[in-house]
């Protein structure tokens, strides 16, 4: 059975950092790309993130660039996102999800697999 298991959301204050995991079980990494979405109430889910294990390419969303930090670890299979210089809002439920297809998108219809996502709030 194909899981991926979220964790690392929290509250922090502006300016803040976290660092959210994604967990997979049921596959490996290798032929997937994995995507980072967030959604805000009220919004649609949004792209922020992505990665193609393959070949270790990464992508970001504008209002990431330079902020966010997306890495594997194999070994455990395991995606990270690093999360710096956190705003008011960067507030949202974020969920990874995995492509079977292997390439990235930002648009969530083209993912298979999703966790249950990790609430990230950035509020004084």
């Known amino acids: 059975e194909v899981q991926l298991v979220e964790s690392g959301g929290g509250l922090v204050q502006p300016g803040g950092s976290l660092r959210l995991s994604c967990a997979a079980s049921?596959?490996?990494?290798?032929?997937?790309?994995i995507g980072w979405f967030r959604q805000a109430p009220g919004k649609e889910r949004e792209g922020v993130s992505g990665?193609?294990?393959?070949?270790?390419?990464?992508y970001y969303a504008d209002s990431v660039k330079g902020r966010f930090t997306i890495s594997t670890d194999n070994a455990k299979n395991t995606v990270y996102l690093q999360m710096n210089s956190l705003k008011p809002e960067d507030t949202a439920v974020y969920y990874c999800?995995?492509?079977?297809?292997?390439?990235?998108?930002?648009?969530?219809?083209?993912?298979?697999?999703w966790g249950q996502g990790t609430q990230v709030t950035v509020s004084s």
């Open positions: 049921g596959f490996t990494f290798d032929n997937y790309a």
């Open positions: 999800a995995a492509n079977a297809a292997g390439y990235y998108a930002d648009y969530a219809e083209e993912y298979d697999y």
């Open positions: 990665l193609i294990a393959s070949d270790g390419s990464t």
